[in-house]
């Protein structure tokens, strides 16, 4: 499905719904709102790269914003979605909206979301989307201006419920600053509302995609996973915190590593580092692998043989289906 805003002088609408997806623009412009039927469909469809339903040949010729959303299935990046769909060689701009990581590519954004949905047996499951939002050519300043406050407030998941959570600098800490969203704590907080944790759950799906494409373009290349018998704490084993993270593991891969949006481990023992929860000392970790400090979020890699490893992260957000086998063990 399509959704047309098309500028219409003199209307105001304070707020606008979108289906199921619960889309909020919290917003008050000068909108109408027309949905239209998209029969195609597909991924691979012409009108990803040539905004067909926006050019001037458009029975809605005047000027429009339109919406566009997929299901993100493999779970990409925005950057990687449109590199496999769109394939075009054009200088892209990296945003933030409503959280969610996005990227601009003149007039149309592409934002990697994520949507509470009903899945297998009434379970939920976090779905994540592509949203696609673009406005046609040649349109006025008072459009352009239009759109540029869309991005600014766009919201999405107006489906959970929603309570506010605390500002933390550090897992297992407590706050009397309350907060929805990170852009509601101090520089170098991150919220802990449920919204802010799916926001980091969809970028912890995100990344572990892109990780396993690493592993897997090495394999296809040495025929066995990388393994890590030198430099890092425990042989074969390494967390992204570590410092083994890049200068071990994403050397043996041939580029940087994505990290965990908080990538902190949980409080660990006085005499062992802070961060690491390494005891340079004693060469022991704070727990027993693969189990980690309570309330650690971090990734982690462990090489099992030339034909497995395993990969694993700490989800924040509780009782989403597709979630469950992605988690690491149970902290200790």
């Known amino acids: 499905m399509l959704y047309f805003f098309r500028t219409l002088k003199g209307l105001k609408i304070k707020i606008i719904k979108i289906g199921f997806i619960g889309i909020l623009l919290a917003v008050i412009i ?3 709102v027309q949905a239209v039927t998209n ?32 299901n993100n299935d493999n779970y990409l990046s925005a ?60 349109v006025s300043s008072e459009t352009i201006d239009i759109f540029g406050q869309l991005l600014n407030n766009w919201r999405f998941n107006q489906n959970i419920n929603n309570p506010k959570g605390s500002c933390l600098s550090k897992p ?18 991150y919220c802990t509302s449920a919204k802010a944790k799916i926001v980091r759950d969809t970028k912890r799906l995100i990344n572990l995609t ?7 373009q090495y394999y296809d290349t040495y025929h066995h996973y990388p393994t890590l018998e030198a430099g890092t704490y425990l042989i074969n084993k390494t967390l992204s915190v570590w410092p083994s993270w ?24 006085a005499e062992y580092n802070p961060i690491t929860c390494w005891n340079e000392q004693r060469r022991l ?18 090489y099992i043989d030339s034909h497995h490893y395993r990969l694993c992260a700490n989800f924040e957000s509780k009782g989403y289906a597709n979630l469950a086998g992605l988690n690491c063990p149970q902290n200790h």
Not at 102 to 113: G, N, P, S
């Open 172 to 189: 297992a800490t407590t706050s009397t600053i309350y907060c929805l969203s990170n852009k509601d704590c101090p520089s170098g907080q």
């Open 39 to 70: 029969n195609q469909g597909t991924l691979s469809d012409s009108s990803l790269s040539n905004n067909q339903y926006l050019n001037n040949n458009n029975p809605l010729n005047s000027d429009a914003i339109a919406v566009r959303v997929f």
């Open 30 to 32: 000068p909108l109408t």
């Open 246 to 269: 890049q200068k071990t593991l994403a050397l043996k891969l041939g580029s940087s590593l994505p990290i965990d949006p908080i990538n902190q481990l949980g409080p660990c023992p």
């Open 285 to 302: 970790f704070a727990t027993p692998w693969p189990s980690l400090p309570p309330d650690s979020y971090t990734y982690q890699y462990e």
């Open 79 to 138: 950057y990687d979605w449109y590199q496999y769909n769109v394939r075009a060689n054009r200088s892209l701009q990296s945003l933030i909206i409503d959280g969610y990581e996005a990227i601009r590519d003149d007039r149309t954004v592409y934002v990697a979301a994520s949507n509470v949905v009903t899945c297998s047996s009434s379970k939920q499951c976090l779905q994540p989307i592509i949203a696609i939002i673009s406005f046609n050519q040649n």
């Open 210 to 216: 892109s990780i396993h494409q690493k592993l897997k």
